[in-house]
């Protein structure tokens, strides 16, 4: 006859592999929320991630050469003379992107003079963030800039912008210029005094 009572091996083998079942089981849990756990602080790390700072104003100057001038006083000369603009934070650093326009785009910097007479303003590099000076005329002229969106209309400044100039045209204040005598003006000049 056959014994009816199972094999106390067997049932230790069925306990040990609950036991084991329950431990994967446990363990499986355990790494899932391990996961969650990492992607929740990956969401929290990526928050602070550096981003470029929004633009708060529009800086324009006049060159000659590599250095800004005080005075702005190129002669008729001059073939090395710049406008150049820089998107300024509201700290003042003026490493802060181009804005966007309602469409997404970055807006776009276009440099000019308001007196052709005396001087004209060559095609604005939007990457290079400036545009040449050509000297024509001895006289007085100002360096202007107009913001427009990517339809070619007036920019205004989006939404996001700090410093409470969301909204408002994009604009800047024209740099006052001035041609003056070349080195043979110069010369002719100093002969007659």
């Known amino acids: 006859m056959s014994d009816a009572?199972?094999?106390p091996d067997d049932r230790l083998l069925e306990k040990a592999l609950e036991e084991a079942l329950r431990a994967v089981a446990d363990l499986s849990a355990?790494?899932?929320a391990q996961q969650q756990t990492i992607a929740a602080l990956a969401a929290v790390v990526a928050s602070f991630t550096p981003t470029q700072p929004l633009a708060t104003r529009l800086g324009v100057t006049v060159s000659k050469g590599p250095e800004p001038m005080t005075a702005v006083l190129i002669?008729?000369?001059d073939?090395?003379?710049t406008i150049n603009w820089a998107w300024e934070d509201d700290r003042g650093d003026t490493d802060a992107a181009a804005p966007l326009d309602a469409s997404g785009a970055p807006v776009t910097v276009t440099a000019?003079?308001?007196?052709?007479?005396v001087a004209t303003v060559g095609a604005s590099d939007q990457s290079a963030k400036s545009a040449p000076i050509t000297p024509v005329?001895?006289?007085?002229w100002n360096a202007t800039v107009t913001v427009t969106d990517s339809?070619?209309?007036p920019a205004v400044w989006p939404a996001d912008a700090p410093g409470g100039v969301a909204g408002t045209p994009i604009v800047s204040a024209a740099v006052a210029c001035q041609v003056g005598p070349g080195i043979a003006g110069a010369l002719v000049a100093s002969a007659k005094a």
């Open 5 to 7: 009572r199972p094999d």
């Open 30 to 32: 355990a790494v899932v």
């Open 75 to 77: 002669s008729i000369d």
């Open 79 to 81: 073939a090395a003379g």
């Open 112 to 117: 000019g003079s308001d007196n052709a007479a």
């Open 137 to 140: 005329a001895e006289g007085d």
């Open 151 to 153: 339809t070619g209309a």
